[in-house]
């Protein structure tokens, strides 16, 4: 338990030491969007996937009366947890390791990698079969295992269509949501073995192939791979929740069952999971409960697997958990209901934002994970026009504009400690001190106004040089009034007219 208390203190990647596997060749979020808005096509399916999720989820959430209620009661079960994550982690691993299951504390990705590596070669087996997890991808755990010559399978349908095309996930809860199904028709006909070729690119012939080819790994695999959505602290009770029914073969069939669990997915009792129960597949996939919801405590006999290993993952968490105002990232259950409200994420999909965690929590999440140290991570806190849907629909309230403009204020204080952006720093300290000083600032007025007139076209200002060339590109600068506000009022004031 000691453990406990000092932690609470697709593509291919490049691993750091603490937070997400940043993948190989990420751009900063403006010059990654830019690229992305390129796709047409993509920009019409995830607008029309997330605007049906987001209206599904706007009729069951209207179906409640109580809500607001329910949100405030997970922001206040996961802000208690998060106050008290030292407690709760011992009282986690004392209930699962009275229940029969080891646990694991891994202090960054590398470590986790290794221990779920040590794992399944302990088993001699070079397979296994996986649950839909964020935590794992996270991690890069696809990539490790392949690595060292054990072959991961994602049995979570876009998760294994992404693994398959050697692609990164897009989005939390729909992967693959950047593809159409003819594209995910192509993929699965060149790449899974023994589909016929001419295979329809109707969905159900499509989950048909793919669940005919999982079945057989299903068989034979002898260890599976999961996260947990949570970990209950009083029974070391772990839960999976999943809409296909892929999770339930990975937790009943294999010998040998590791869950990846961050240290912050624990929740204090059964009653508290309650609440999480309907708040989650409302926010995430707008229905009234998930399909399958897996609750295990550990072994058996005779039934499921009967050698159950926990894996506790840091990897940055103690990092965000020390900032009183960035922390309440932490409290996010991975719904998505951010990202299908987003209007960026809209426009760009996930791949802009170079992580495992796409739209505005990944904008708040994997800088924190990671540290400012990236210009790709300083980048993505300015993803955001901060028009507040973002808070409006997380069902445990994090006030993502808060955050991002919190980080936003990190990233420049860390730009001006490396001494750059000299010409933006020497603009404001200009700008400062005219607005500070009355004779500076009339006499602005006086010389500026005449000439932006002489400047400015009929439509104001369609092209600034140098560096309000940026501006421009994306803005328009009207044509300034030949009064100043200061000048009208004085006349007025002294009786002249308008």
Known sequence: MAHAAALAGGGRLVTRPTGP??????????????????????????????????????????????????????EQIKTRVLRHLDTYLEQAEKALTEAGVTVHWARDAEQANYIVHRLVAETGSEEVVKVKSMVTAEIGLNEYLAERGITPVETDLAELIVQMADDRPSHIVVPAIHRNRR???????????????????????????????????????RVAVSGANFVVAETGTLCIVESEGNGRMCLTLPERLISVVGIEKVVPTFADLEVFLQLLPRSSTGER???????????????????????????????????????????????????????????????????????????????????MGDKVDRSLPFASTLCGA????????IDIPRVLTHLRAQAVDHERRR???????????????????DLLYNAGLRLGLPLAHAVAGEDGFTGLPLAGARWTDSRDVVRPPRQSFRAWWKQQQDGGET
């Not at 940043?22 to 995830?46: I, N």
């Not at 996937?49 to 409640?64: F, G, L």
């Not at 973002?390 to 309230?397: H, L, N, T």
């Open 289 to 371: 409960m998930n399909p399958y919801t897996s609750l295990w405590t550990g072994a058996t006999r005779g039934d499921g697997p009967q050698d159950l290993h926990v894996v506790f993952l840091d990897n940055g968490r103690t990092q965000a958990l020390a900032d009183p105002v960035g922390r309440q990232a932490l409290r996010c259950i991975r719904c998505s209901a951010c990202l299908n409200v987003c209007p960026v994420y809209e426009r760009t999909g996930g791949h802009a934002y170079g992580s495992v965690y796409p739209g505005p929590i990944g904008a708040i999440l994997t800088p924190q994970l990671r540290g």
């Open 419 to 437: 001494f750059s952006r000299v010409g933006e720093r020497a603009a404001f300290r200009l700008a400062t001190a005219g607005l500070g000083n």
């Open 21 to 74: 596997v940043r993948w190989a060749g990420a751009e900063p979020f403006p010059v990654a969007a830019a690229q992305q808005l390129e796709k047409q096509e993509q920009r019409d399916t995830l607008r029309r996937v997330t605007h049906h999720i987001r209206d599904k989820r706007a009729a069951v959430v209207s179906e409640r009366d109580d809500w607001e209620e329910l949100r405030r009661a997970g």
């Open 390 to 397: 973002c808070y409006e629909v997380c069902p445990v309230r």
């Open 183 to 221: 594209e995910i028709r192509d993929v699965l006909a060149e790449h899974m073995p023994g589909v016929d070729a001419d295979l329809p690119d109707d969905p159900a012939a499509l989950a048909a192939a793919a669940r005919q080819h999982l079945r057989e790994r299903f068989l034979r695999s």
